[in-house]
Structure formats: structure tokens, C-alpha cells
């Protein structure tokens, strides 16, 4: 992607910040703050529970649960799916009554929440299969990730998912995809360093013992990229984006946004032992970032292509070791090859087609004039 030293020496074609949403009454700061902090409970508990067995282990801890306990954790993950189908359906609802959709409309959407919530619910199931599990995982975590998305249309808060439409646009996205590319990779940069830098050391400190693919379960590129849909989507959708832009939208204190961000963040890279606090610059480079631009696509464009390239390069560790440059020198040439074509065609847009009609997005809910709506744009 584009590096982080040549988006700063170009301003003029950098990307401008968004201008800050306009201040609002305690009352709807302290209701988006509980469905904030909600959201976050619902998103992250079965993962930091599945998580502790994991981290568990480091400390000398048995790495497998009694049945009493898996039986337990199911149920759990089954009311969390159920709250979740029951949330989703409720604003889908609200928001789509007769006055406001066509009654084809509103039975679409309104049949697409219960499904999806239903399938949420399904699966969390225990599946014999892994795959099946993993593919069920990731079903109830797009399913959060559409919560997440109708909670921001309930408070008039845009996440801005709309596909860019002219070259301009797109080469905006490109250069804020090159700087979230970035900071992925200096967070989990730093991760790896403390890693190795404790192995080496000998130090007692307890560190994942394993890869990190084996850590995680995956022992393929098919199982990768599914496991990739779920990771983006509940940490770029629902951990950085949601979060960011609904408390930014009510003007919470920027130390709030960055631990609600960085604490789960930080707890879900846990498996890593101690080296997880590297992960702190991963959440917070990102949240500073979404605070700035606003984009949801280029952040989970970013954070999919880095964890599938480094996780690509985990899987094919067993092929000669001339094939990484190898590799590197193809990423580089096709990352420089899109930039100077997408520099091309915005330089050589016409001024018309450069009008801002790209500030909103369509089909996501804009500032209303009511004295409750809040709004990122």
C-alpha cells in the first residue's frame, strides 16, 4: 500500500479530516454511551470467554474445558445470539413502518432481520464440524455487525460504507487504506517484536508458545479468509468504526473512545501473552484514524489484505525462502502500479466530476434536525 511517509510529503492531495459533529444535551451522550457499552458486551464476551482458555493455558492452566463448563458456554453464546436477534429485529422494525417504506419494503427487511437473526442464533451451535463451526462464528459476527450498523442509523450516525464513485474518491480511499494499512502493520509489528524479543531473552514471562496460526486454528487459506470475514467485521465494523463514531458523535472525551477501543482490542490479541500490549498502537492508530476520515471500507480493506498476507505468509513458511521477496517485490509493484493509475485518472478528472457530491453517502441516514440526532459527518 501506499507508505505512510509518501502520503505525508503529498497534503494537498491528502484526504481531509471530517468536521467534527455538533455538541448535544447529556441526555442522548448517556444513552448512546449504554448502547455503545452494550454492543461491546454482546460483541466481545464469547470471544474474551473462549479467550481466557487460550491465555489460560500460558499460565499452566488445564487447555481444555470439562463438559459441565462447554455445556455452560453454549447457553451463553445462545442467549447472546438471542439478544442480539432480538435487538436487531426491534430496530429494524422501527425504523420501517408503513409511513416511511413500501410494504414490499418492509417485509424484506423486516423477514432479512428475523433470518439473520435466527441465523445468528444458529450459529452458535456446536457443530461437530470445525469448518462448520468457524462458518457459524462468522455468521453471528456479520449478523453483530449489522447491529452495529442499524444502531447508527437509529442515532442519525453514518458510517460511510457507500463505494467511491469517482477518481477522486477513489484515490481518497486508496491513500486512507495506505495509512490504516500502516498502522496494522506497526501494531502487530511491535507485537512480534516483544514476541521473538522475550523468546530470545529466556525471560519468565508467558508468551504464546505456538505460531500464530495454530494459535487460532488455522491450518489453510480457505480457513484463513473465512476466519478474516468475522475478524474484520467485528473489529473494524463493530470495535473501531460503531464505537468511534457514536461516541464521537456525541463528544465524549477522546479518552473514553480510545479505551473502549483499545481494551477489547488488547484482550482479544491475549493468546499473544504479554507481547498483546503492542496491540495497543493497533487499536489506537486506527481509532485516530477513523476519527479523522470517517471511511469504513478502507479500514477493513486495510486490516483483511495485512492479516491475509501475514497470515499467508505463516501457512507457506514451508517454501523456499527466495519466494518472500519474491513476494514482496510483486505486492510493492502492483501497490505502486494502482496508486500511479488512480493519481492518473483523479488528475485527470474534470473539475465537474470532482464535485463534493461525495461527502454523503447514499442509502445511510443523514443529519436530522430533532434535538437527539447525532451525526459523524
Known amino acids: 500500500m501506499i507508505s ?25 451522550s448517556r444513552t448512546v454511551l449504554r448502547h455503545v457499552i452494550a454492543l461491546l458486551l454482546l ?27 462447554g455445556y455452560m458456554f453454549f447457553w451463553a453464546q445462545f442467549t447472546v445470539a438471542a439478544v442480539v436477534f ?22 424484506i427487511q423486516r423477514g432479512a432481520a428475523v433470518l439473520g437473526g435466527a441465523a445468528a442464533m444458529l450459529g452458535t451451535a456446536p457443530f461437530p464440524s470445525k469448518l462448520a463451526g468457524l462458518v457459524g462464528q462468522t455468521v453471528f459476527t456479520c449478523v453483530l455487525a449489522w447491529l452495529a450498523l442499524e444502531l447508527c442509523r437509529t442515532h442519525a450516525v453514518s458510517l460511510r460504507t457507500a463505494l467511491p464513485r469517482t477518481a477522486v474518491e477513489r484515490l ?16 502487530g509489528f511491535l507485537s512480534f517484536l516483544l514476541l521473538h524479543l522475550i523468546r530470545w531473552t529466556g525471560t519468565a514471562v508467558p508468551v504464546m508458545k505456538s505460531g500464530q496460526m495454530s494459535a487460532l486454528g488455522v491450518d489453510n487459506l480457505g480457513t484463513l479468509s473465512i ?13 473501531v468504526a460503531a464505537t468511534t463514531a457514536l461516541l464521537t458523535a456525541v463528544r465524549r472525551p477522546a479518552w473514553q473512545i480510545y479505551t473502549l477501543v483499545c481494551v477489547p482490542e488488547v484482550l482479544l490479541h491475549a493468546y499473544l501473552g504479554l507481547p498483546a500490549i503492542g496491540m495497543l498502537l493497533f487499536a489506537a492508530g486506527r481509532v485516530w484514524l477513523y476519527r479523522q476520515y470517517g471511511r469504513l471500507l478502507p479500514f477493513m ?39 500511479r493509475r488512480l493519481t492518473k485518472a483523479a488528475s485527470s478528472a474534470s473539475p465537474k466530476s470532482q464535485s463534493p457530491s461525495a461527502g454523503s453517502d447514499s442509502g445511510t441516514p443523514q443529519p436530522t434536525d430533532q434535538s437527539d440526532s447525532v451525526s459523524i459527518q
Open 4 to 28: 505512510l511517509r509518501a502520503a505525508l510529503s503529498a497534503p494537498v492531495e491528502r484526504p481531509e479530516p471530517q468536521p467534527q459533529p455538533p455538541e448535544l444535551t447529556d441526555a442522548p
Open 43 to 69: 460483541a466481545c464476551g464469547p470471544p474474551l470467554v473462549a479467550e481466557a482458555l487460550t491465555t489460560g493455558s500460558l499460565f499452566g492452566l488445564p487447555s481444555t474445558w470439562p463438559a459441565r463448563v
Open 86 to 107: 432480538w435487538w436487531l429485529c426491534r430496530l429494524v422494525i422501527a425504523r420501517t413502518p408503513l409511513s416511511r417504506v413500501t410494504p414490499r419494503q418492509r417485509l
Open 172 to 187: 481518497r480511499d486508496w491513500k486512507i487504506t495506505g495509512l490504516v494499512f500502516n498502522a496494522c502493520i506497526a501494531g
Open 227 to 239: 476466519g478474516l470475514v468475522s475478524t474484520v467485521a467485528l473489529e473494524d465494523v463493530v470495535i
Open 301 to 339: 480493506a486495510a486490516h483483511f489484505t495485512v492479516d491475509f498476507i501475514g497470515g499467508g505468509l505463516m501457512l507457506l513458511q514451508g517454501l523456499p525462502f527466495y519466494y518472500k521477496p519474491v513476494r514482496g517485490l510483486l505486492f510493492g509493484a502492483a501497490d505502486f502500479w494502482i496508486g
